[in-house]
């Protein structure tokens, strides 16, 4: 993989992984409730298991930006998404569609979907690219340039979905699937 767009993709997922632990951490209770809520978890472990949520979406952001083996940090973002879209995907294999995913923080209720799985899955998929050996080669100015203007540009691309995603729940109407 080329050096750029690895770090490019590391920066990404673990900005990604801050706004989603960040969220979470804001409003604790809601994250605790949102878990209990898809039923994967006996009821007894869902607050150990909402801060644990937390500190292993943090863990995960610096590793795969800090100084430990590329592949940790890689494996560890993929373990975590696949692990959300298998929670996603039960619900949805059990008819519970209504459940809030609990990725949007505050912003809004965004039902469990299709979608939200495949999302996922892209996701894991790209934090496992991660993990590919680099071609070694000298970066240059216009590639930290470019470095910094592709992570800004899909930072603002993945806030504008999260504004956008309240929009496109209503007007999906009652099932929330789109």
Known sequence: ????????????????????????????????????????????????????VVAAELATAGALVGPVPRALGSVAAAVLLLVYAAAIGANLARGRRHIDCGCSGRAAHQPISGRLVLRNLALGAVALATALPLHVRATTWVDTVTMIAATTALAALWAARDRLVPGVAAAAGPRGTA
């Open 1 to 52: 993989m080329d050096p750029t767009v690895d770090v490019v993709l590391r920066v990404s997922l673990a900005l990604l992984l801050l706004e989603a632990a960040a969220h979470k951490a804001r409003d604790l209770g809601r994250f605790r409730a949102t878990l209990a809520a898809y039923r994967v978890l006996p009821a007894a472990w869902t607050s150990p298991a909402a801060t644990s």
